[in-house]
């Protein structure tokens, strides 16, 4: 299968701070890949790299075949970016806001009003064509942003925080619209910092301080996740959490909401979880055993990455 992205030890340095840390990756034509991590992790950095917009420091790229480096104006021609700022412009309406881009992007004149009402229908703007982009929620401008990224038919799509601001309904009608997308064939590198995104992504790469510190498909990395994983619902969860947390054999604690999900290293703790929390006067409701979600495994690893690091645990 056709790589439309390969890195290799791809690294940008800024004076003495490393943004990206030698990180390898790659992803097949026609698939989603989801870049998941905090603020400051080094995803914006590492697209901008791949775009061609900012040379690396050392290492390789790739992009639809295309050096980083050397071929990034033929890069910058061939790709869709969407990033959450929206770059459009409010004084004109979504039929305009689309046919300016078409233009910048150098879709023939001839062919450019058909491929205008083609974006509006797999964006799903039909019916509001001439509507003032000011005018718009932030769902249909997120819409209209998606359009003006694909209005020259990009064989690869970025997505940089594109959903950042908008509600879960319209995040998840989004995604919808990028599953069709990737079944024509195109390629997305999606960067998140929402974790319930990573499960509409054919690969997720976790990254923390610039590093990628896990590649792999959702299911699998749920599945790599060493301990069994227990879901307490209790009176006091913070109390919890600090009795439960210098528990031997429990690897991390976490709050999900008002409840607490405690990781230990081996199964056939109910039991001795409910009796230490019962000793230190805290009312327990339930505890039972689940399947780890992709923002535990992140916890984990990044708890696993700072003690490496010798820094205090996010846990």
């Not at 290799?8 to 698939?31: C, H, M, R, W």
């Not at 409701?285 to 010798?310: C, G, K, T, Y």
């Amino acid at each position: 299968m056709d790589k439309a992205i390969e890195t290799s030890e791809l690294t940008k340095q800024f004076g003495d701070f490393t943004a990206v840390n030698q990180v390898d990756f790659y992803i097949p034509e026609g698939e989603i890949f989801g870049l998941l991590g905090p603020n400051g992790a080094g995803k914006t950095t590492l697209i901008r790299m791949l775009c061609g917009i900012m040379r690396p420091t050392s290492g390789e790229g790739s992009v639809l075949g295309l050096d980083i480096v050397r071929d990034a104006e033929a890069i910058k021609k061939r790709i869709g970016y969407m990033s959450q700022l929206f770059s459009l412009y409010n004084d004109l309406t979504i039929v305009e806001n689309i046919t300016f881009y078409a233009s910048i992007y150098g879709v023939p004149r001839e062919i450019r009003r058909k491929r205008v009402a083609e974006v509006i229908e797999i964006t799903e703007l039909e019916g509001l064509e001439n509507e003032l982009t000011r005018n718009l929620s932030g769902a249909w401008r997120q819409r209209l942003a998606l359009a003006c990224a694909i209005a020259h038919r990009p064989p690869m799509l970025f997505l940089d925080e594109a959903t950042a601001g908008v509600d879960p309904v319209s995040r998840r009608t989004f995604w919808d619209l990028i599953y069709n997308m990737a079944g024509d064939g195109v390629s997305v590198l999606a960067t998140t910092h929402y974790m319930d995104e990573a499960d509409y992504c054919n690969t997720i790469g976790m990254m923390y301080r610039g590093r990628l510190i896990a590649v792999a498909s959702p299911d699998t990395l749920k599945e790599q996740q060493q301990g069994t994983l227990y879901q307490v619902d209790c009176d006091r969860p913070a109390s919890a959490q600090e009795v439960l947390g210098s528990l031997p054999g429990v690897v991390d604690t976490s709050f999900h909401g008002a409840l607490l999900h405690v990781t230990v290293e081996s199964n056939g703790g109910v039991s001795r979880l409910e009796k230490t929390l019962k000793k230190q006067g805290i009312e327990v409701r339930s505890i039972e055993d689940i399947q780890p979600s992709i923002e535990d495994v992140f916890l984990n690893l990044v708890d696993e990455e700072r003690v490496n690091a010798q820094l205090e645990p996010v846990g």
